[in-house]
């Protein structure tokens, strides 16, 4: 079974910026996109971005201009660089990989970003 494992959280002034790693275990063959998430307390969990095989990017309203989704198919690793960082970004940001049907292979196991003002 693959794993996910996120790293390069922690805490930011608002303005800030953090790079988000994910790392998957092994190449995953059915893999289709990864994508980022984030649950906020008291929140559910929502999408961030997603990158798929292709290159084709999405991204939320909330982070479009500010955060850069990207990956390295060599490294199995899938990259958040998140600029212009804002107290409301503050959350447990989770990773994971997608199949063709977007249905999630595996999640990480989730990193906290916190904004202060």
């Known amino acids: 079974q693959v794993q996910l494992v996120e790293s390069g959280g922690g805490l930011v002034q608002a303005g800030g910026s953090l790079r988000l790693s994910c790392a998957a275990s092994?190449?995953?063959?059915?893999?289709?996109?990864w994508g980022w998430y984030r649950q906020a307390p008291g929140k559910q969990r929502e999408l961030v971005a997603t990158?798929?095989?292709?290159?084709?990017?999405n991204y939320a309203d909330s982070v479009k201009g500010r955060f850069i989704i990207s990956r390295d198919n060599a490294k199995n690793t899938v990259y958040l660089q998140m600029n212009s960082l804002k107290p409301e970004d503050t959350a447990v940001y989770y990773c994971?990989?997608?199949?063709?049907?977007?249905?999630?292979?595996?999640w990480g196991q989730g990193i906290q970003v916190t904004v202060t003002r």
């Open positions: 990158i798929t095989n292709s290159g084709r990017l």
């Open positions: 994971n990989v997608q199949d063709i049907l977007l249905l999630v292979i595996a």
């Open positions: 092994r190449t995953i063959a059915s893999m289709y996109a």
